[in-house]
């Protein structure tokens, strides 16, 4: 006969070095191991098996303090931005790692049109559009445009590095992603990009890539995975750092 699967949820706080940490605790008998995860509203969500001590789940949390700190920080300063981020004239978005201005003009057109012309993005919107509709369009279609861009050069790059590696994913999927540059499933053998990283440098792309590819290999962040993303990518960890250095920048939804 299965046994039932037991959870508890409660919401507690601790003071840490850092200052206190807010957090919801969630205890379930089928879990094994600890997870902490910060969401992208900043809350602080808490997993434990249901048999650890009270004790033991806040010895974990300050160990992990400063991490926590650091991804509540990310996570509001994402909000911030969300909330600031203009898609209309003069407004600059990134592409390969470079900053190119929006110039949006008003046209005889039925349908919003964008396109880039290597220095800078243009776009028609109907004349007869509502301001308070023009934002709103005109992010739908730079997303659009972002994902069949990602679409084309990440495929491209997964083609590349998979031959040098010498694996072959069963599937890949570039989809929105709000916490992942990637993630690879070893067991399906699947990976999965987050279309996003385009706004990224091509080489720090290519990271993301090496990465999840060395995953179908190692399915884990051991020493020997990194290993083996540095035998393929030597200088790995500075685009590694890139994107923690740039995250805030490539806030697009």
């Known amino acids: 006969m299965k046994r039932l699967k037991r959870i508890s949820r409660s919401v507690d706080s601790l003071q840490t070095s850092e200052g206190p940490i807010h957090f919801q605790l969630t205890r379930s008998s ?13 809350r602080v969500r808490v997993a434990s098996p249901a048999f650890v001590l009270e004790e033991e789940i806040h010895n974990f949390i300050r160990r992990k303090a400063r991490w926590i700190q650091d991804k509540m920080n990310q996570a509001k ?35 919003p ?13 109907p004349s007869h559009l509502p301001k308070d509709e023009r934002q709103t369009k005109i992010k739908e279609k730079v ?8 679409e084309e ?33 070893y067991r399906t053998r699947t990976i999965h990009l987050n279309w996003q990283i385009v706004l990224a440098p091509l080489e ?43 995250a805030v920048d490539m806030v697009v939804v």
């Open 30 to 42: 089928a879990r094994k191991t600890m997870t902490i995860c910060v969401d992208e509203q900043a």
């Open 77 to 111: 300063a994402r909000k911030d931005i969300l909330s600031q981020k203009k898609y209309d004239h003069g407004e600059e978005f990134l592409f390969l790692g470079k900053k190119y201005r929006m110039d949006v003009e008003e046209k005889r057109l039925k349908t």
């Open 113 to 125: 049109r964008l396109a880039f012309d290597g220095s800078k993005w243009v776009v028609g919107i």
């Open 143 to 150: 997303i659009q445009w972002y994902r069949r861009q990602a």
């Open 153 to 185: 050069i990440l495929g491209s790059r997964l083609f590349h590095y998979a031959r040098l590696i010498g694996v072959e994913p069963k599937k890949i999927a570039v989809r929105t992603q709000k916490r992942l540059w990637g993630n690879c499933d």
């Open 204 to 246: 720090v792309m290519d990271y993301v890539v090496v990465h999840e590819l060395c995953h179908l290999i190692v399915p884990n962040h051991s020493k020997r995975f990194w290993q083996r993303v540095e035998k393929t990518m030597p200088d790995f960890k500075k685009h590694k750092q890139w994107l923690k250095d740039h």
